[in-house]
């Protein structure tokens, strides 16, 4: 491209910039375009969007959720960032870039779906860890078939952060939708029931018949009522215990609806009585440190909901720079924090 | 009217229909619009609003909460919730309806109040449970007036969740104002001071002369520092217990700003350090499940404040929901969580 | 349905009551919900919403616009309205009902594409004068087929008041998108090209290729440039005067985004520079009194983006009502403004 | 009061500011407190504030106009303002205070517009004109009752900008509704019919009956239809020439919902197809600088759905500006625009 | 000033009075605009504005906070405010007032900082407490140096709750950066780093090279991670029982962004992970009561970003109460919660 | 950088992409870092930003401004536009980049101007005509400097859309202040005062001591009082046709605020009675086509107050658009629209 040679290109200009000067690719941080961008820049972890947003069933607007994220950094560049506790830099760590958006076709989710493997698939074979800025939550079909393909087809454990199951096997006969995702990753045998861990689940769904279907193929669901009970800190613990007896590679995906809507009101479906941006941030950064994860997304970002000031844009930032946190502690050795 | 049979009336067209599509009645309930609707249909609860904003004191608007509570609904229809604790199913072991709204006048609180008694009065005599939708908590002296008088004046209990005590003798003179409600009801012996029960006060009211007063008649005021101190379940489990020994009939009357202002933005008068909505929902449901309720009203929520993403709206009507699965699970004997 | 004889059902219960109270229909207007409601209430104009929203190119959304269009009266009942000039009683002139909303299928575009032509034939076929609510643009390819397969096909004009021309093949490939519309319609034989009159284009479209397949089916467009040259009552009046040669029978669809920013915020794609709100009610009422209208649609209304005053959703209710004044100036034989 | 002796009370700490520093009063002008400060003073023109609500309509708000009218000023001090066409400075023509508010008694309209006509009547009888920051269009009635008592009862032009006539008797039976002023001040004789001029009517009111009355009356009403046709300065032109046969004093009421929803989309009952800004301006000038007038109020100005940016608070402020002017103008000999 | 007696000025008029009425002192309470004004009233604490945003690093508009924080009251007047545990009446034990704003001037922080400076000398050298509403948090530098030069360089204690630890030399060279104000204070000497004492950091500041910085002056960071374990409780517990072995004078600094960005979106730099609004307000009152305070600020509310409802202003505005509350609780000898 | 060949770098990755897909550079334009990559890429025009808001008088945030015009396109890649009546396509005429953003330094006005002056001379000595985003109206004076320096010291027309003269010495003192640009550039001689045009101007500024000294350098001043008299276009017409009297070499600078609040309320100053979006964007693009530009800046959008909607990024936008066609039909000699 531009025959330029391979490698991450800086958009900063400058030694030192605000914020929010220059062209925001997430954080400010090297772009790369394609897969020889990933290997020449040894790229461990590379963020890309995915700003599909074609089977909406409420509040339209996660398609422009990728570039809200982006665009929410509050430092730049980045490369000074400590973990207070742990005291582990993870830029210093790992090599971190964007690498863009895979190409969304409105209207045409099954090309759109074909693309989003690809894109995944790209970014694996580059030998790097794909964080996907989605978008509506079909997209971790795709994604995460990317990656099962990787690693495995029913060798993959799923983390799932959500306030709902989404394994309805459609929505009103719609397959691509956002309900859907993770029932047609089991039914494809993608990943195993017994290998989903489902956290945060809360308010009206899924209905009595999906549920028995979860029960059936041995999903791990952690309802809000438990964390009520048992602390979020305890269910984690409990979640990761019972992963690390399964698969070896672990794909994290988090729907920002799982925290409540006083921290993600900028969501097509707020869920109210959810978590809290400390008990998430929290949560995402032990799933990379404790368990490790080989892949990410993050999904649901609705900036046409965000109420002028973006704070799910902000608190989605943070997840990926946590599970970037988690990721660097876990290869440095600093695990756990319970 | 319209000389059709009497009984609810869907206005849902399609077997399955996305939430957004429709006449939007609560939830996408059928609408009953006379007590004869009501008998005919054997409902359990009809859900009516109470639109009325004559008396604000602070930011206008409330008369607008009943249609933003009914908009708020995420699924349609609402017939395979169920609760995932108990795995009781509400609205397969209730009839609800939605019964439109009373007559306001604006401008004359008296008539209002009076057409507002007579509104709940009807839904009691068709043998239904009213949850009324508000409006400003004013509404709550003519709607729990029906209540004392259908079971018996001086029989009532009131559970009353509000981070204000509501129990000035008026405000600036004006007697309908919504910080007196609860004063008169007990001043003119629809309930007695000590089977009122207030939960999540706080900031800087009442002043001093109204808290003696309130003292004097025997109140149970539960402040927040004693929340914050002792936890909500504890207080919620002392309170109901302490409720269990007097009148075997309770109202629950929820003022939305009990909660705090990151979850019920869209209110007239935020005091920030209220409850989480984890809290308020669980609280909601615990008192229909565990005392039992025979009416219930929700208050204020100003959609004019609700940041363009309708939060508040959403967790009023989730606290409709959880004190219909609450209502449920009590008539299925599964009243206690703690 | 209900086992209730035919005809509209009031969903108003008071003879007078404030705007805001009870379930929103269209302007407090009855309710009808199958094609012998309609006969039986003789009704002439039938107000149906299409909740669509799939094929968003921009900020997504629409699908919630007929909701909020509905709501966005300001009197009720609406049966004293008088036009000042001529002083016409459009709802003594004409009985109108709102009709509920079509079934949309979300992710299945074909579909309910599908049900939007038979949910248009149902209304036609009793009678009635159907005014669609949108939902996106591409509404307009399935309602304006059922309007041209009703009085013949290629034998119905098509006023068109929209900043895009909407005369693209597809977009990226989806044939459903809403800028397509009017192409699918020429290219169906639906509408004859001739007979397409568009007014208010502007910005960067179309490309010069779509520019000129529009010359070569003789659309009549008049861009901006031109009303701001002429005026736009000169440009209504020589487009009215040519349509009038055409067909007998004219369709009118307004997508709200020919309305400047400024005045309609709140949809996907606003172009600077259209018309202010007063040029665009005077527009719709002349099309209808003057011309004649015999089905009309109102798209692109997208309340996300509506500042959080609803004035978009206010303006496009407006058109609503201008056009049913336009249509009852006509009637009663007073056409003409200019 | 506090022991001082009379006089305006500058809040302004610092011989320049920036215009958000300190205690806004209006235009951060000095304050009086009492018609002995008004006298101390020699002020020529004082505004006050009229912050009531209590008989909203439609969306609710309008008591926090004043505030944020006053509040909406560009620079500090405003004293070297200077008009560009005629190069007259306002406040060095005119001394002008702010005069705080009136007491509004929530829920007790009977009260509150006693206290209103006794602070207008305060004002007069120190010599000063009053202009009056509402609050709701109610406020007019007492307002212009102590403008006609002080003049003679039957002896004020009443100029009136408005899309809504406020002629209905009542409002379902509330007389203190912003619907019924001018019903009122001329059926009680303060004006009378003949001397009322209305210019932006449009939209659905008033209906027949009221329209009748308002002809019986002989009220001169210049509707939206006109304005569009003839151009608002011919209009004004007209209107003018008209009133200034008629009695020697007059008093100007803007409801700034004449201007379009693009302009004051901040307003309880926007209607679709006003005044432009511009129209706006001038017109408030040209009736100030060619009629004369000696008092004013500016209404139903509702900050909550103000988008966030406070344009219609300033377009308010500025409609006030606007009159200072052109009383000044006026006062020097710069009269006619046209 | 204006010829009038020293003494605090009242902007109320009623005895009462609705909260929106009038000119918006700080909670309505009466005015001083001299050091002998403060010293007539024997004025025990003064608060005053700090209106000032000449250094923003993200989302500007920290200027407009006090005007913001000052308007957010519930009540008027504040008089009968009592605190519910303790029953201290604040209002009754302390003689409050607002003393206006400082002189900024736009674009030369170092005057500004002279003009802050010498701002709150004032209220100090009339015995009064400063509280100052900020503004950005650069504002600390000038006003602690001021308390400290009253009490003592080196001899006063920094309670500093904040998301952000401050401790930059600079930004890009700026030294008035609001994320220096500490550095600069403890490498001037006004304030010893081993009396430093920070609560709520979080986030990925501050870079390692400045915590160390921060270890070598001794500084005692308390960062969220530290809160999550041990509760907010027992870390101000031990952070107050360390801090009263120091200097006998305590300056509170509360940047608002300590809270969670649900419970304060409205302000430049939101950090998700931080305190609840339940959690501050005690936090604050805390430090009053049982460390007692001699000057507090509060810094970067942002009304810009305040979702159009104020939660951020109003939570401002509590701690404030909350502090002067804590203030009366310590002077009648009320001092512990714990 | 980044060892790749100079030349402009394509961020889009697909022939066909959605709008919002991808790293934002200013309507998806290939990036240029260097004057090289100008040189390279044979670069007409380059886009710019100037992210600066150090200075701001009113409401803060117009340093966001860039980054929010460049978003704010709606189709992509934009180079099939075409203007309508001309029929001229800007982008198969001219080569357009996007060049990043200057480099601000926040606290350093000085520092930033100097920076901002050299990058407008770096694209001016590559050969290219720079357009810059603002921030705030101050950076006129660096980039009207570097571009007067290029052509010849007082051989440079400007051509100035604003409310605002900006012609005060200074702000408090402040020099940098965002209303003494053009004042700087006349007394430093860069421009000469008669080679001013001003259009647009009202409100109440400049002070009378400031619009004598406009008189005596000779500034052209079209106040909207005049505009309002003759039309836009005429004054325009006049304009021109003066100017094209003057140097050979034009400046324009676009203060956003030249439009009514209505079409642009995301900035810091609004005045209301300003410029339709229509007449802005055609003044704009006839200043480019008629007199022919050699630079352009286009200021003062502030997206904290653009409602959540965007309406005044997306008019600066178009602003820029209607630039570039205007440069595109001068150069193949389609000059005149009059």
Redesign the interface.
């Known amino acids: ?5 391979p ?5 900063s ?2 030694p ?10 997430f954080g400010k941080l090297p ?1 790369c ?1 394609t897969p020889d961008d990933l290997r020449a820049g040894e790229v461990d972890i590379a963020i890309g ?1 995915a ?1 599909w ?9 996660a ?2 959720g990728p ?1 809200a994220i ?2 929410s950094h ?2 730049s560049p ?1 490369h ?3 973990h ?2 742990s ?1 582990v ?1 993870p830029f210093e760590t790992l090599v971190v870039c ?1 690498y ?2 895979a ?7 099954a ?1 759109t779906f074909r693309n989003l493997q690809e894109f995944v698939r790209e970014i694996l074979s580059a030998g790097s860890l794909p964080i996907v800025l989605g978008g509506d939550h079909g997209i971790t079909w795709p994604c995460a078939t990317a990656v099962a393909e990787h690693y495995g087809r029913g060798e993959l454990a799923l983390i799932h952060l959500d306030s709902h199951a989404d394994t309805a096997p459609d ?7 956002h309900s859907s995702s993770i029932r047609h990753l089991i039914e494809e045998g993608a990943v195993r029931g017994e290998h989903v861990t489902q956290i945060g ?5 899924p ?3 999906i ?1 028995d279907w979860m029960d059936e193929v041995g999903i791990r669901a952690h ?3 438990e964390i ?1 009970d048992r602390g979020l800190d305890a269910v984690i613990s409990g979640a990761l215990a019972a992963a690390s007896s399964g698969p070896a590679h672990a794909y994290l995906t988090v729907d920002i609806d799982v925290a ?4 993600a ?2 969501t097509g ?6 978590l ?3 008990e998430l ?2 949560a995402v950064r032990r799933v990379a440190a404790e368990l490790g994860i080989v892949a990410m997304d993050i999904v649901e970002v609705n900036p ?6 973006g ?1 799910t844009a ?2 989605a930032h ?1 997840c990926v ?1 946590e599970a970037i946190t988690g990721t660097a502690m876990r290869k440095l050795g600093h695990g756990g ?1 319970e």
């Open positions: 491209m531009d025959g330029r040679p490698g991450p290109i800086s958009l200009r400058y030192v910039e605000p914020a929010w000067l220059g062209i925001p690719t772009l375009q969007g700003p947003d074609g089977t909406n069933q409420d509040r339209g607007g398609h422009l570039r982006r665009a509050l430092a980045p000074s960032h400590r207070h506790a005291r830099s964007d863009g958006d190409h969304v076709v409105v209207g045409d989710p090309l929505f009103q006969g719609n397959r691509y939708s689940l809360r308010g009206y769904f209905p009595p018949e549920q309802y809000m009522t009520e409540d809507p006083s921290c009101p900028g479906a707020p869920e109210p009585g959810g809290t941006s400390r941030l929290k046409a909901y965000d109420a002028g000031n704070i902000r608190l943070y720079l924090e």
